[in-house]
């Protein structure tokens, strides 16, 4: 199962056709966390001398040039030492799979000899069989530009890549499929990888100062969350080079392409439709309770009881529908957002669904409010009303000037005499 030498001549258009099924794929689109099988353990009788390494060698047998790793989450993989290295996570120990596996591989080899695409000495093929439609999904990774990538031309929509604006940004996504790839195979390559460790600590360092000193920071892990990645980057320096530290340090460098700003935001707003519930509940409460007082206008209070019913019931609806949302990743909410996202309006109709449990709060606490001075009217009159309304206007006349005033002496007095110099 070697691979035929590959000319660095300009890549001719591939037929499809010829593939066979030989599919692209990412290493993002791993279903290694998504197999689900059963099994009953048994009793059973352990016979003299089981799985020491003479008979474990001699039940498991693997074709020249292959070699069984076993990742730090457990996960048993196969590599293949060749011009191109290969690496599959399906069952080599099984002839089965052997003849499958290399029947791909010959695949693959006839597909890069028809359309003259270049393959670089660092690269390496990974392969995994789909048995349900009779085919095997693929990428590369290039150890020596941190990238992934394909023989033929791909659609990005196909592979659930996120749109991109430049090349330069699609590259950010390719990089961190590359480190995707070196944390779920990490054992077989230490003494080739460069994980840039170092380089790794200045990134988040640099991040950490950004948070820290600057309003607009644009990197997408507070600083709280820096310090911490950093401490696990101090740990792995001191720790001798292993597969457990190389992949760790490569799911690092996965994150740093991907953010976090999306949980930062869905938080507080998952708080406020929380207390938009309980709130709501006891603005209801105190409504159904003021029927029953004397001078309490009924059209308003009805008004300000379904006002509340709505922000219940709005909230309530959002809480379980976006339950999830606090956990997803930028991918999720880039595809959400993009299917949010109208023609005409944007996403004007996405934020009053999400703003309505608090419009409607706060309209529901205005009507209850109004509904006090009723309340005064009928104890008092509308002497007294009125002049608790001209006192209510003083004080938010005063309070919004006190604030202008406020803001105008904290102006620094170099903005003044730059300005009074433009003048």
Not at 193 to 208: D, G, S, T
Not at 260 to 265: K, M, R, S, V
Not at 359 to 385: I, R
Not at 412 to 422: I, K, M, N
């Amino acid at each position: 199962m070697s691979y035929s030498s590959n000319k660095c001549e300009a890549p001719a258009e591939w037929d499809v056709s010829l593939s066979k099924g030989l599919r692209p794929t990412t290493s993002v689109l791993t279903t290694r966390y998504q197999r689900r099988s059963r099994v009953d353990p048994v009793q059973t009788q352990i016979a003299a001398g089981l799985l020491n390494d003479t008979q474990e060698e001699g039940l498991r047998c693997l074709p020249k040039g292959w070699s069984s790793w076993i990742g730090p989450e457990g996960q048993r993989y196969f590599v293949f030492d060749s011009t191109t290295r290969v690496v599959t996570e399906d069952y080599l120990y099984s002839s089965d799979v052997q003849d499958k596996i290399t029947f791909w591989i010959n695949e693959f080899n006839n597909r890069l000899e028809t359309s003259q695409i270049c393959v670089p000495a660092s690269a390496e093929l990974f392969l995994a069989l789909d048995d349900k439609s009779d085919s095997c999904l693929y990428y590369l990774v290039d150890y020596a530009t941190c990238v992934e990538f394909w023989i033929e031309k791909v659609d990005a929509e196909d592979l659930d890549m996120m749109p991109a604006v430049s090349t330069s940004h699609l590259r950010l996504q390719l990089k961190e499929h590359f480190w995707t790839h070196v944390e779920q195979f990490p054992c077989h390559s230490l003494d080739k990888l460069l994980v840039n460790r170092a380089e790794l600590i200045q990134v988040f360092l640099h991040a950490r100062n950004d948070q820290l000193t600057s309003a607009s920071s644009t990197f997408c892990y507070s600083a709280k969350q820096c310090a911490d990645f950093l401490e696990l980057l101090d740990a792995a320096e001191c720790a001798t080079l292993s597969s457990c530290s190389v992949a760790m340090t490569a799911r690092l460098w996965a994150v740093v392409f991907y953010g976090a700003h999306w949980q930062a935001a869905m938080a507080p707003i998952r708080d406020e439709w929380i207390f938009c519930t309980f709130l709501g509940f006891a603005i209801t409460m105190v409504d159904i309770m003021s029927f029953l007082l004397p001078g309490t206008w009924l059209p308003m209070a009805l008004a300000s009881t379904l006002l509340s019913v709505v922000a219940i019931v709005s909230a309530v609806s959002l809480l379980v529908k976006y339950q999830e949302a606090i956990k997803w990743e930028a991918t999720d909410a880039a595809e959400y957002l993009a299917e949010a996202a109208r023609e005409t309006t944007g996403f004007q109709w996405t934020a009053l669904v999400l703003s309505l449990p608090r419009a409607s709060l706060l309209w529901a606490l205005g009507l209850f409010s109004l509904q006090g001075f009723f309340w005064l009217l009928e104890a008092t009159n509308s002497f007294v009303v009125g002049g608790v309304m001209v006192a209510i206007c003083a004080i938010v006349l005063c309070s919004q000037a006190s604030r202008l005033s406020f803001a105008w002496l904290n102006v620094p007095s170099g903005a003044l005499l730059r300005e009074d110099c433009a003048v």
